[in-house]
């Protein structure tokens, strides 16, 4: 799939409007989608980080198919918010999270999210990612950027998958920088993917729906 690349843009913290950006201009190319609509539609606060929930939700009422696959206990975090991210991730990512998030509001929509998304509750695998590029689903990956491009420390941030070519991931990153078909190796991707721990990996997929 050729698929189209946009940055992040503005404070840095647009990485999931620009692969959504990415996934809609891909999947739905006669519309133009503005980073303003996209804040609004992924109810992105100014200088915080986007949970995926309000614009999956925004998809399914638009046609549009997605999976989810990770094993993240969304009802227990409607329960327990914060609390919960800090026993899920510990103490660096959990706080990461919550530093970064209005987790009140992603509570709330989270309560809504769960009862409506179809969550598949494992671990993904690279098995995964291929099979659903085969069968043209857009792959959304949230991973730790810091491990990514070889840094210490942990920085949440969304990249599309393009191919799967060997033992090399070929993949969008939004930035910043930004970087476009940006090659790494499975173990690097593996490593960023899985962080803290393999348990951690998510996987985000959109397609058309079938008729």
Not at 87 to 110: H, K, M
Not at 133 to 146: D, F, R, W, Y
Request: glycine content about 8%; overall charge negative; charged content about 25%.
């Amino acid at each position: 799939m050729k698929i189209p690349f946009y940055p992040n843009t503005g404070d840095g913290t647009h990485c999931f409007q620009a692969a959504l950006k990415m996934a809609l201009g891909m999947l739905i190319p006669e519309k133009e989608f503005s980073y303003e609509y996209l804040d609004e539609i992924s109810n992105k606060k100014p200088g915080k980080w986007t949970w995926p929930t309000s614009a999956m939700l925004w998809m399914m009422d638009q046609g549009l198919e997605i999976g989810l696959i990770e094993e993240f206990d969304y009802r227990a975090f409607v329960d327990r918010g914060g609390e919960y991210l800090l026993e899920r991730y510990g103490e660096e990512v959990g706080r990461a999270q919550i530093e970064n998030s209005d987790v009140e509001e992603e509570r709330t929509i989270a309560k809504e999210f769960v009862d409506k998304a179809p969550i598949e509750y494992r671990i993904p695998q690279l098995d995964d990612i291929e099979a659903l590029l085969k069968s043209q689903h857009i792959v959304i990956i949230n991973l730790n950027s810091a491990a990514l491009h070889g840094h210490e420390g942990y920085a949440g941030h969304f990249i599309v998958i393009c191919d799967i070519v060997g033992d090399r991931i070929i993949l969008h990153d939004p930035g910043m920088p930004p970087m476009p078909n940006f090659e790494v190796s499975q173990e690097i991707f593996e490593r960023a993917w899985g962080y803290p721990t393999v348990n951690d990996r998510n996987l985000l997929s959109i397609c058309k729906r079938k008729r």
